[in-house]
T-cell receptor, first 113, second 112 residues
Framework: AQKVTQAQTEISVVEKEDVTLDCVYE???????LFWYKQPPSGELVFLIR??????QNEISGRYSWNFQKSTSSFNFTITASQVVDSAVYFC??????????FGAGTRLTVKP | EAQVTQNPRYLITVTGKKLTVTCSQN?????MSWYRQDPGLGLRQIYY???????DKGDVPEGYKVSRKEKRNFPLILESPSPNQTSLYFC???????????FGPGTRLLVL
């Protein structure tokens, strides 16, 4: 079955701490795409990153980094030196069979000053 | 400005009263989709469209209809809304299914 699991429902950290959001995906497809989206308190969905199954390179963008490991079916997201503005719900998603988009349940991150 | 727009943004209605939520994109995207977001469940796909006149069911299509008569518009129709359709709805579009989807601002629906 195609599935995306975000086991962490809520995480709370203090500003400047590093935090990792976990994402585990399930699929038998050899070609698939993985995404992370951010949903700030205002409610919109903001695209963060897209990875295809053939590209296992880790990605760094400023304070954000992503670790894609096919061996563990994981696509984890790390925020370094977190800030209050990082407080949001973060969704991991997978695109399978070229038309089956599955989202995880989301992880609510609260960064306290 | 490239964007996906949805209307209305907020809607309160009663059981059984037909409603339509409009979705429009100005990016000439082929692919459009509708999702509902519920607490603890993330987003679930309702319907998607690969191109004009081509639509297909997603994960939770029951109680919904869609149409794609023009490339830019993809309305979501609730013929007879029920309270279990109370949710936050998002429309999204992308050039093709494989590329990143861009989301509208969301429509919060309450069915009494």
């Amino acid at each position: 079955a195609q599935k995306v699991t975000q086991a962490q429902t809520e995480i709370s950290v203090v500003e400047k701490e590093d935090v990792t959001l976990d994402c585990v995906y399930e699929t038998r497809d050899t070609t698939y795409y993985l995404f992370w989206y951010k949903q700030p308190p205002s409610g919109e969905l903001v695209f963060l990153i897209r990875r295809n199954s053939f590209d296992e390179q880790n990605e760094i963008s400023g304070r954000y980094s992503w670790n894609f490991q096919k061996s563990t079916s994981s696509f984890n997201f790390t925020i370094t030196a977190s800030q209050v503005v990082d407080s949001a719900v973060y969704f991991c998603a997978g695109l399978y069979n070229n038309n089956d988009m599955r989202f995880g349940a989301g992880t609510r991150l609260t960064v306290k000053p | 400005e490239a964007q996906v727009t949805q209307n209305p943004r907020y809607l309160i209605t009663v059981t059984g009263k037909k409603l339509t939520v409009t979705c429009s994109q100005n990016m000439n995207h082929e692919y459009m989709s509708w999702y509902r977001q519920d607490p603890g469940l993330g987003l679930r796909q309702i319907y998607y469209s690969m191109n004009v006149e081509v639509t297909d069911k997603g994960d939770v299509p029951e109680g919904y209809k869609v149409s794609r008569k023009e490339k830019r518009n993809f309305p979501l129709i609730l013929e007879s809304p029920s309270p279990n359709q109370t949710s936050l709805y998002f429309c999204a579009s992308s050039e093709t299914i494989r590329l990143t989807q861009y989301f509208g601002p969301g429509t919060r629906l309450l069915v009494l």
